[in-house]
């Protein structure tokens, strides 16, 4: 079983920054494929970023130049950093992770980014 914990949101400025981490137990981290999704109220689920075990990453048009995906292994630990925030980047964050042994996903509960003035 693997359980996935997020952190590093909040309330940003526009224009701001944030990192969110998203940590991961068990072992099959370094294999597995880590996306960040986000949810905005009233919208559908929107696929923001993916890195995979070799490290390739691909974004949705609406961040790519500002969100940075990357991940540690050794940590178990996936980031989504987030600079030239605006208004509409504001929704709730997820991490999920992809175990191709068992072709099984997981979620984390989520983290809560608004940028707002």
């Known amino acids: 079983q693997v359980q996935l914990v997020e952190s590093g949101g909040g309330l940003v400025q526009p224009g701001g920054s944030l990192r969110l981490s998203c940590a991961a137990s068990?072992?099959?981290?370094?294999?597995?494929?880590l996306e960040w999704y986000r949810q905005a109220p009233g919208k559908e689920s929107e696929l923001v970023a993916t890195?995979?075990?070799?490290?390739?990453?691909n974004y949705a048009d609406s961040v790519k130049g500002r969100f940075t995906i990357s991940r540690e292994n050794a940590k178990n630990t996936v980031y989504l950093q987030m600079n030239s925030l605006k208004s509409e980047d504001t929704a709730v964050y997820y991490c999920?992770?992809?175990?191709?042994?068992?072709?099984?996903?997981?979620w984390g509960q989520g983290t809560q980014v608004t940028v707002s003035s």
């Open positions: 890195i995979t075990s070799g490290y390739r990453t």
């Open positions: 068990g072992s099959i981290f370094s294999i597995a494929t």
């Open positions: 999920n992770l992809y175990n191709p042994t068992r072709s099984l996903y997981y």
